[in-house]
């Protein structure tokens, strides 16, 4: 990116940087622009309002776009393909028929809500969501009570996903536009992900089980319903003809060879994790002078353990046991992996207009002019970070947005805060993930979606939905709050 010298001082960047806010919000709530040329349009019209040079503004505009991209569509991509060959084999309902097998009826939203958990690493919010919901309604209606018993743990554990845990596109966008690295944010986001669920989707879905008696919608015997519009994009590895929430069929059901066993999903869904801690692990062991750095093994292990190295690998594994070895053919096996990729070009395209926001912001001066603001009123760049994320998510309901924006915003003031550590730059990730959860209520999609399947009312949704978003936002604040203090 073209090194610029700042044309305006701090005052009138930081009026440019909140009008900037302001002017992508009306332009995606009220006039209902895609966020993608929105991004577009305010980066322009802020490189303009603060002088860059008119030569450098468009190759400002595509390295930041560009140098996000680099990451973001090799993660995110790879991630939809496992996802969807994963759903296409029918490893949900190997999951969630297992872990209710070992961990008995009694504890069956525990077990929905690990299932969800393990499923939910490849695959985004609402197509998981989608994918189990058949599965939740079958074991509500067989074991009693409130939907929202099992309902909420499982969508707890999908967003907890979706939201901290890489490769999602917003954790994924907001590492790389902070500079964080991924395998510390995966290692954090599970490290906080997993207590933020048990707390704020589970126990909280079993006390709301018990405080709001939702009955489990009828069966239905015709088609699905279409899954409800998600303008910002989160739908992935779904593909036309999926099983829907109502437990609608699948046209070729029937001539589909046998789902794997629960050994092969659980193998296929830990072994990115495993590559990724290797190449997380041998990198602090190289760091604290344990192992010698330049060794082959190092070298090799941090290589194989890349997140994208990682994914690949896992995705061909995929490819060979969900697809070519239960008979499906090389034709169809494409196909399946080729449907993924279509729900995700809108997140791609996001995250990428994210970055050259954020390209803008830095160029400008903005970020610098931010973080001598924060650091006057001694606010902390974490605390500033989720702050800005909840206003951002509260005022336009997308979680992707909110978290894209944030990132961009807080990335120059990341880059001219002093004294911060790898660990330091995860934990901001987590917390604008954090805020970005928070609140989910009438202009987000996932409350509609959440709304209509549950077949609940908006009064109840608010009560029950929005209140445990709300849990799993601000307690994983929390938690990365609490760990930026002693680590």
């Known amino acids: 990116m073209p090194e610029v010298e700042p044309a305006l001082g701090a005052g009138p960047l930081l009026l440019i940087a909140a009008a900037a806010v302001g002017v992508l919000l009306f332009l995606i709530m009220k006039l209902k622009l895609h966020a993608f040329l929105a991004l577009i349009l305010v980066s322009l019209l802020v490189a303009l309002a603060t002088r860059i040079p008119l030569e450098d503004v468009v190759t400002t505009l595509t390295t930041g776009f560009?140098?996000?991209?680099?990451?973001?569509?090799?993660?995110?991509?790879?991630?939809?393909?496992?996802?969807?060959?994963?759903?296409?084999?029918?490893?949900?309902?190997?999951?969630?028929?297992?872990?209710?097998?070992?961990?008995?009826?009694?504890?069956?939203?525990?077990?929905?809500?690990?299932?969800?958990?393990?499923?939910?690493?490849?695959?985004?919010?609402?197509?998981?969501?989608?994918?189990?919901?058949?599965?939740?309604?079958?074991?509500?209606?067989?074991?009693?009570?409130?939907?929202?018993?099992?309902?909420?743990?499982?969508?707890?554990?999908?967003?907890?996903?979706?939201?901290?845990?890489?490769?999602?596109?917003?954790?994924?966008?907001?590492?790389?536009?902070?500079?964080?690295?991924?395998?510390?944010?995966?290692?954090?986001?599970?490290?906080?992900?997993?207590?933020?669920?048990?707390?704020?989707?589970?126990?909280?879905?079993?006390?709301?089980?018990?405080?709001?008696?939702?009955?489990?919608?009828?069966?239905?015997?015709?088609?699905?319903?279409?899954?409800?519009?998600?303008?910002?994009?989160?739908?992935?590895?779904?593909?036309?003809?999926?099983?829907?929430?109502?437990?609608?069929?699948?046209?070729?059901?029937?001539?589909?060879?046998?789902?794997?066993?629960?050994?092969?999903?659980?193998?296929?869904?830990?072994?990115?994790?495993?590559?990724?801690?290797l190449n997380t692990g041998l990198t602090t062991l190289a760091t604290a002078g344990a192992v010698e750095e330049s060794s082959f093994v190092v070298r090799a292990g941090q290589l194989l353990g890349a997140t994208p190295v990682a994914l690949l690998i896992t995705v061909l594994v995929a490819i060979v046991v969900l697809g070519r070895r239960r008979g499906e053919s090389g034709a169809e096996v494409e196909s399946i992996v080729n449907s993924a990729l279509g729900p995700v070009c809108a997140i791609i395209l996001i995250t990428g207009a994210g970055g050259m926001f954020g390209g803008v912001l830095r160029a400008s001066g903005i970020g610098e002019a931010l973080a001598d603001v924060l650091g006057d009123i001694g606010l902390p760049v974490i605390l500033a970070a989720f702050v800005v994320s909840v206003l951002l998510r509260v005022a336009q309901g997308s979680a992707t947005v909110a978290l894209t924006t944030t990132a961009g915003l807080m990335a120059p003031v990341v880059e001219a805060s002093d004294g911060l550590t790898s660990i330091d730059l995860a934990l901001i990730v987590i917390a604008i993930a954090g805020g970005a959860t928070v609140l989910s209520h009438v202009n987000d999609s996932g409350f509609w979606l959440v709304s209509r399947f549950f077949q609940m009312d908006e009064k109840t949704t608010l009560k029950t939905w929005t209140v445990m978003e709300t849990l799993l936002g601000t307690i994983g604040f929390a938690l990365a709050f609490a760990l930026s203090l002693f680590l």
């Open 66 to 277: 560009g140098g996000t991209l680099a990451n973001v569509a090799l993660l995110v991509g790879l991630g939809a393909m496992l996802g969807r060959l994963l759903e296409h084999s029918g490893g949900a309902q190997v999951l969630a028929d297992s872990l209710i097998g070992r961990f008995g009826e009694k504890r069956a939203p525990l077990a929905l809500g690990v299932a969800a958990l393990l499923f939910g690493f490849p695959i985004f919010f609402d197509a998981g969501l989608v994918v189990f919901l058949p599965i939740v309604f079958t074991i509500a209606r067989r074991l009693g009570g409130s939907l929202l018993t099992y309902g909420l743990p499982t969508a707890g554990a999908f967003a907890v996903m979706h939201a901290f845990v890489p490769p999602h596109p917003g954790p994924v966008a907001a590492a790389e536009l902070v500079g964080a690295d991924i395998g510390l944010v995966l290692v954090f986001g599970l490290l906080i992900g997993l207590p933020t669920w048990y707390l704020g989707g589970y126990l909280f879905g079993l006390w709301a089980g018990r405080r709001y008696d939702v009955a489990v919608p009828p069966p239905v015997e015709d088609d699905a319903p279409a899954t409800p519009e998600a303008p910002e994009g989160t739908v992935a590895g779904t593909a036309p003809g999926t099983a829907g929430a109502s437990g609608g069929r699948r046209t070729e059901t029937a001539t589909r060879p046998a789902p794997p066993g629960f050994g092969t999903v659980l193998g296929i869904l830990l072994l990115p994790l495993v590559l990724i801690f």
